[in-house]
């Protein structure tokens, strides 16, 4: 009998330290860095750093054209401000007459913290840089967690607009099949995870779907019919709630996969995200079609 309740102890010991190392790695994922920067764009830029409220350092890239325009781009989980659709859009704005602002959230890329909380604390971050470079105008576009940010900052008086791709509506339903997709483990694993995650974060999970009874502002939802991680019927679930509310929410689904929509429709995508940025936050036509340049 002694021999079996040490054999269950043992078990249960290594289920615990498995489901912490499952959440420590979720907690802390790897930095991503890239070897471009906006200048192979031929735009002027400076790198800067701020503190958010928690004295966290927070770098970034920023692209002053003196307008009062500014565009925020907000990378996802486990990325950077170097991740390819970051780098798409920077091409995108870089004959704009927009100013542009990209960086790296907590425990991403070259900003500090140790823990990233996926869209929890994140919006803290953002916080940070707006109030260091925001201007008239704030437009912020943001992709999977840095949707979840955009969709909140909509509740700032300082943010006019904002695009949100891909963005975890459901964010424990996308945290299960996250699991499955990028480590192939059983979506159950993440309800034990879960609860370790927050307790090494110190964070909570983000209610998204509650924030679509709060907007009255532009906002431009992305979704896309193959994204395994983000069901487009979550995204149309946040869409309906909110236009209740909001007679300036929209909602393009494309054939892409999850924030892939950018290059599964290139031309289409930069024309939906351009004259929605000319439409609410823009001084000028800012699009043109191929016949008009």
């Known amino acids: ?36 920067n906006p200048g192979d764009f031929g735009l002027e ?10 004295g966290i350092t927070i770098r970034g890239w920023h692209i002053d054209k003196g307008s009062q325009c500014t565009v925020f781009l907000l990378h996802g989980y486990t990325v950077s401000r170097w991740t390819f659709y970051i780098k798409k859009m920077v091409e995108f704005l870089a004959d704009e007459n927009l100013n542009i602002v990209l960086f790296d959230f907590r425990a991403h890329g070259e900003s500090g913290g140790k823990y990233t909380t996926v869209g929890d604390r994140e919006l803290d971050d953002f916080m940070a840089v707006l109030e260091k470079f925001g201007t008239e105008k704030n437009c912020v576009v943001g992709y999977s967690m840095g949707g979840i940010v955009a969709i909140r900052a909509l509740t700032d008086d300082r943010v006019h607009c904002a695009i949100a791709d891909s963005p975890p509506v459901k964010m424990d339903l996308t945290g299960k099949r996250g699991l499955k997709y990028f480590a192939n483990l059983p979506e159950w694993i993440y309800s ?34 193959n994204d395994p991680l983000v ?4 995204i149309m679930e946040f869409e309906g709630i909110n236009k209740m509310v909001n007679s300036d929410v929209s909602l393009w689904i ?22 929605f940025i000319k439409n609410h936050c823009g001084e000028e036509k800012i699009y043109q079609t191929e016949e008009g340049k």
């Not at 830029?45 to 928690?54: A, G, H, I, L, T």
């Not at 599964?264 to 995200?273: G, M, T």
């Open 192 to 225: 034990f995870a879960k609860p370790l995650f927050t307790i090494i974060t110190h964070s909570s999970t983000v209610d998204v779907i509650s924030y679509a009874k709060k907007i009255r502002k532009p906002l431009l939802l992305i979704g896309g019919e």
């Open 45 to 54: 830029y400076r790198d800067f750093e701020v503190k958010n409220s928690e």
């Open 1 to 36: 009998m002694i021999w079996l309740i040490g054999v269950i102890i043992l078990l249960t010991t290594l289920f615990i330290l498995f489901f912490l190392f499952i959440a420590y790695r979720m907690a802390k994922p790897p930095r991503e860095k890239g070897d471009w």
């Open 254 to 275: 494309n054939s892409g996969a999850h924030v892939r929509g950018i290059t599964a429709d290139e031309e289409e995508y930069r024309k939906r995200v351009l004259d």
């Open 231 to 234: 069901h487009v019927g979550e």
